[in-house]
């Protein structure tokens, strides 16, 4: 079981950057492949940056070239690095586990990251 809560959120005019953090506890970090995701009221929640338990990053093109994940496994931590924010990022961002031996999913609680225009 891994415990998650994440960091960084707020408000920020279009173009800027923001980072969020996410730290994990209660388990071995580098077991688990994490991600981020958003979302915002009405719509499903969907998933913006993942990387592997090995390091290996994904992006959806919403986002590709825009927003970087990153972790650091000694310090039980992921961070998403987002550049040249747009308003339809807004939505709470989520931090996700999956641990690698059995797939299941954790969540942390989410932070809201507001982008104005």
């Known amino acids: 079981q891994v415990q998650l809560v994440e960091s960084g959120g707020g408000l920020v005019q279009a173009g800027g950057s923001l980072r969020l953090s996410c730290a994990a506890s209660?388990?071995?970090?580098?077991?688990?492949?994490m991600g981020w995701y958003r979302q915002v009221p009405g719509k499903q929640r969907e998933l913006v940056a993942s990387v592997t338990s090995g390091g290996r990053a994904d992006y959806p093109d919403s986002v590709k070239g825009r927003f970087t994940i990153s972790r650091d496994n000694a310090k039980n931590t992921v961070y998403l690095q987002m550049d040249s924010l747009k308003p339809e990022d807004t939505a709470v961002y989520y931090c996700?586990?999956?641990?690698?031996?059995?797939?299941?999913?954790?969540w942390g609680q989410g932070t809201q990251v507001t982008v104005s225009s």
């Open positions: 996700n586990a999956i641990a690698i031996y059995d797939r299941r999913n954790y």
């Open positions: 209660g388990s071995i970090f580098s077991f688990f492949d």
